[in-house]
């Protein structure tokens, strides 16, 4: 749906509310600011509050807060950073960056529709700056230093945001899973989007960050030559090509692939985790080494231009309206984040999420409008 101005500002928490700009099937996204106790008012976020009737649903909290729990600890220009999880009048809410832009996945259907592909040069700076940034989550410690062991577990072209300043950021931490809190997850339960999952996500076996390079290698393969590496007449038949791991070279595809991206390609593809990169640092740094040409950050915003023209573009439209429903906003900065709040004892234990990305359709159009992370 389109942005809808607020008849007059509601206060959630600390945060001035003025405008709603996006509605998912779990969550509404809202433009606010945080208000000070002395008045001032900071930067421009976006606050996410659950659909009324799913408010009493203790798994559906518990899904709504596993994402905004593991995003608050994690502090990385490649990576939507959430400033405070916490609850007002007993319903639970997130603050996070505002991000104007579109999705890799957004880029690529835009693409298709005019039967190319998005530049290799573009798509491989988009891969390798979310490699970056997953790669800091992967590292990532809690309060006490004792690392998160932190899995995306669906690493795919929904979940990587190109902004409209270039920067690139992993998004939706949903379906993580870490080793330092318990996911309230059956063990070998399939989760993310099948053609990015790992041969050990589907055998049901221990699953690291390993699982994510692979799903790196799935993304580059499909830039290099336009089609998956594995493929099927239904989820079955691709999850069984998956854990076998027989995997054509992008090269018999298209001969122009370039020969060591290929080889970094096909080494993140490995069946064996144990032979894929040692890390998405790793997987990013041989990118960079195989000589292929990436974009700069001036030609990843030319590219968003291109395909999204400012003055037709749905997400840049619907944060104009938003700002207008309050003249007092301003693009700068958060000035000073809040502390991340806890929001009671709903998030003692992290669960599977569908994200805290905003789904907004509008009429004619099904793409997603990412807007609030």
């Known amino acids: 749906m389109s942005a809808q101005a607020l008849l007059q500002p509601v206060m959630v928490g600390p945060y001035r509310l003025t405008s709603r700009v996006a509605t998912g099937g779990m969550a509404e996204i809202y433009a606010g600011r945080h208000v000070t106790e002395d008045g001032q008012l900071g930067g421009l976020v976006a606050v996410k509050r659950l659909l009324p009737h799913l408010v009493k649903d203790a798994a559906i909290v518990r899904m709504f807060l596993n994402e905004a729990r593991i995003t608050a600890q994690l502090k990385h220009p490649n990576v939507v950073r959430v400033f405070e999880l916490g609850q007002a009048d007993g319903e639970p809410f997130i603050a996070m960056e505002l991000l104007e832009g579109h999705t890799f996945a957004d880029l690529r259907t835009e693409a298709a529709e005019q039967g190319k592909r998005v530049p290799l040069p573009v798509a491989l700076r988009i891969l390798r700056d979310a490699s970056h940034g997953l790669d800091a989550a992967h590292r990532a410690v809690d309060e006490t230093g004792r690392p998160l062991a932190l899995v995306h577990r669906d690493f795919t072209p929904d979940n990587i945001h190109v902004g409209s300043d270039g920067a690139v950021k992993v998004i939706d931490f949903g379906i993580a899973r870490t080793g330092a809190w318990s996911s309230g997850t059956e063990p070998g339960t399939l989760k993310g989007k099948f053609f990015y999952m790992s041969p050990e996500m589907i055998r049901g076996q221990a699953v690291d960050h390993r699982a994510d390079i692979f799903a790196a290698g799935v993304m580059l393969y499909e830039q290099m030559c336009g089609r998956r590496p594995f493929t099927g007449n239904d989820a079955e038949e691709v999850m069984r090509r998956i854990a076998a791991g027989q995997v054509t070279p992008p090269s018999q595809f298209d001969p122009s692939v370039p020969r060591a991206l290929e080889a970094v ?109």
């Open 265 to 373: 390609c096909l080494r993140a593809l490995l069946a064996d985790p144990a032979r894929r990169f040692d890390t998405l640092l790793d997987f990013a740094d041989a990118m960079d080494r195989s000589g292929a040409e990436l974009a700069d950050v001036g030609g990843l915003t030319r590219y968003l231009r291109s395909a999204f023209p400012p003055a037709t573009d749905q997400v840049h439209q619907a944060l104009r309206l938003a700002r207008e429903a309050d003249p007092s906003l301003t693009d700068v900065p958060v000035v000073s984040a809040p502390t991340v709040a806890e929001a009671g004892p709903q998030t003692a234990t992290p669960a599977s999420s569908d994200g805290v990305v905003a789904a907004a359709r509008t009429a004619g159009s099904a793409r997603r409008i990412v807007l609030a992370v």
